[in-house]
């Protein structure tokens, strides 16, 4: 049960993003074009996060599943 938390823990990171990106453009259509470039840039340092997130739960996945597969 916890391998299954753990493993969906950087799906959490894209899902943030997603909202980081959608939510002030819904809630706040006026916003300033800055605003906009912010919560854009937000996004992408938070999905960079979660692909680095991704890229940790894989190796640790591979690694408890045997090395049978050497790279």
Known sequence: MAES???STSVWYFI???FIV????MLFPD???WVRLGSIVSALIVMTAG???LRKEL???NSRGGDSSSD
């Open 59 to 61: 190796r640790e996945r």
């Open 31 to 33: 916003m300033p074009w």
């Open 16 to 18: 943030g993003a997603t």
């Open 51 to 53: 692909g680095v997130q």
């Open 5 to 7: 938390a753990s493993a």
């Open 22 to 25: 959608a939510l002030p453009v």
